[in-house]
């Protein structure tokens, strides 16, 4: 596994990006209702894109391609320098978008296509296991998709200033359309194959659900792409179908995992049953934009809902799974630094280094602003928009407060045990008792 | 799936140690024992070597590294208590064969994980 410090850091700036992401929503509502490719509704896209999704994932996925893969990542100062250049793709870009200058946005490009080829690279090592199944396999097509995303990116940024051709609506969909179904969504439906059973303690009799999830969505992607970029219907059509039968099969495959859970119900359960919620919508109104008979408006507006229903669907899943993955994380982290016992005095435990409580609040105010966000931008309301922008920005900072502070009061905890004149527990196995701690 | 008692008495000690040891060893996600959790397979005593043989829940399991490294130190610590013990070799295999499944928690750990509450 890398360092703590490498998947940590590339989290910690998520969490920021997320809280940009809010706040671009609502202090930018007033643009994102009056037109999707606004400058200003454009930059806060990418912020959420950026800065938050994917910046979230590519941690992620250096932590989780390296243990399922069973093999290192080639370069641990390569993961470090792709955090940095993901830094700055994520915020010179929209940026760029926002205020300016062009340059930003050609800075931005450059950054993340090096962001991507480095990732891609260092990835490559694990993500070439044989015996990784579903989650391994997903992760290879998905990192292809993450390269062309940024490829497309790119040559967009510099079609700005070149004129090479017009950056169409369709053109823009096809990009977005291969970011969030191809890398994104992709990567969370491969990687959730591992992460569902694994945490509800689910053996499922059959994978089959998992298996097919990925085929089809990532077969069905490219048609998508295809199918936008140059206006054939017929192929968006069958794309479309495709993915959407891939993404029932990852419902199909969550709840499978669920009836055959071998554990109660807990927080990330309610964040991933929100996350589905918005999987639907955002398949209902791509559906309803491609079908309805409605004027430009309001397709407009059912494209931008879809949108927006997808990164809620991302963005819930990745915040739940923060709660899961980043006190996994610290946990290791801590051990090795000999923190050993929880603040109440018993052996250290996952749920020692978050408050549950406040974990309970960033669910609440993460789904509650992404619901409102879509409401606002289906029925064009800046106010809905606005709040629930707001609502996201303050779970953002909840989250990040929450999980980045959890083990810095694991660490003051076993500080006060060591110097407490208190007798431990006799129930604490000795090697588990930090030093200096008179032992029963 | 634990083995029967060896035979001879200080065999059976050593054996009741390791596995009292092993039940101090929790799970940081599930917070239970690895016992309950039904991932000790057996545990041999022979000529003074003490094979242990555990699994974990999945083997990309996120305390894959760090769980099989607890339970050998704690079984270590533990023999290491009193002069009969004290010179046992411990050995801690890693098996996946037959793999774990929710079948092999104790009743104990399925009312924690909140399933069976009983009447």
């Known amino acids: ?440 | 799936m634990i083995n029967p008692p060896e035979t001879d008495l200080v065999s059976e000690q050593i054996r009741e140690k390791v596995l009292g040891a092993l039940s101090n060893v929790w799970d940081p996600e599930l917070g239970l024992d690895i016992v309950a959790l039904g991932l000790v397979y057996d545990v041999r005593v022979e000529s003074g070597l003490v094979e242990i043989d555990m699994t974990l829940t999945t083997p990309g399991c996120p305390v894959s590294e760090q769980l099989p490294n607890e339970a050998q130190e704690a079984v270590i610590a533990a023999l290491a208590d009193s002069a009969e013990t004290a010179g046992a070799q411990v050995q801690l295999n890693i098996v996946w064969d037959p793999p774990w499944t929710p079948e092999l928690l104790s009743p104990l750990a399925l009312e924690q994980l909140g399933f069976n509450k009983g009447p």
């Open chain 1, 1 to 440: 596994m890398p360092p703590a410090s490498v998947p940590l850091s590339f989290l910690a700036l998520a969490g920021a990006g997320m809280w940009a992401f809010g706040l671009g929503a609502w202090f930018g509502a007033d643009r994102i209702i009056e037109s999707p490719t606004h400058p200003g509704a454009v930059g806060a896209v990418h912020v959420g894109m950026l800065a938050f999704l994917t910046t979230a994932v590519l941690g992620a996925v250096h932590q989780f391609a390296p243990v399922v893969g069973r093999r290192a990542l080639r370069s641990v100062l390569a993961a470090r320098i792709t955090l940095v250049t993901m830094a700055i793709t994520a915020w010179a870009l929209p940026s760029g978008f926002a205020h300016g200058p062009e340059r930003l946005i050609q800075l931005g490009a450059i950054s993340g296509s090096i962001t991507v080829l480095l990732a891609a690279w260092n990835l490559s090592g694990a993500l070439a296991s044989k015996d990784g199944g579903v989650p391994v396999a997903g992760l290879r097509l998905s990192i292809i998709y993450l390269v062309i995303t940024v490829a497309f990116g790119a040559v967009y940024a510099f079609d700005r200033q070149a004129g090479w051709f017009p950056l169409l609506p369709n053109r823009v969909l096809a990009h977005a359309h291969i970011g969030l179904l191809g890398w994104l969504g992709l990567t969370y439906v491969a990687v959730a194959e591992k992460l569902w059973p694994m945490f509800l303690l689910a053996h499922r009799p059959h994978e089959w659900e998992g298996k097919w999830a990925v085929r089809l969505l990532a077969s069905g992607v490219p048609f998508i792409a295809v199918g936008l970029l140059f206006e054939i219907k017929a192929l968006a059509w069958i794309g479309g179908i495709a993915a959407i039968a891939g993404l029932g099969c990852h419902i199909a495959s969550l709840a499978s995992a669920i009836k055959h859970r071998r554990r109660a119900l807990e927080l990330l359960h309610g964040f991933l049953f929100v996350s589905t919620a918005f999987l639907i919508a955002g398949i209902v109104l791509a559906v309803a934009a491609g079908l309805a008979d409605v004027d430009y408006t309001t397709r407009s507006r059912l494209v931008s809902g879809e949108v927006a229903a997808l990164a809620a669907w991302l963005g819930l899943a990745i915040v739940g799974h923060a709660h899961k993955i980043v006190p996994f994380i610290s946990y290791t982290s801590l051990r090795a630094k000999g923190v050993r016992t929880g603040p109440s005095g018993k052996p250290l435990m996952f749920g020692d280094l978050f408050n549950l409580s406040l974990a309970k609040a960033t669910l609440a105010l993460s789904a509650g602003g992404f619901t409102l966000s879509l409401v606002g931008i289906l029925a064009a309301s800046t106010v809905l928009l606005s709040i629930g922008g707001a609502a996201i920005a303050v779970g953002a900072m909840v989250v990040t407060y929450n999980l980045a502070g959890g083990p810095r009061r694991a660490t003051q905890a076993a500080r006060t045990a060591s110097t407490s004149p208190q007798p431990t527990p006799s129930n604490i196995p000795a090697h588990l008792i930090p030093k200096g701690v008179p032992q029963p």
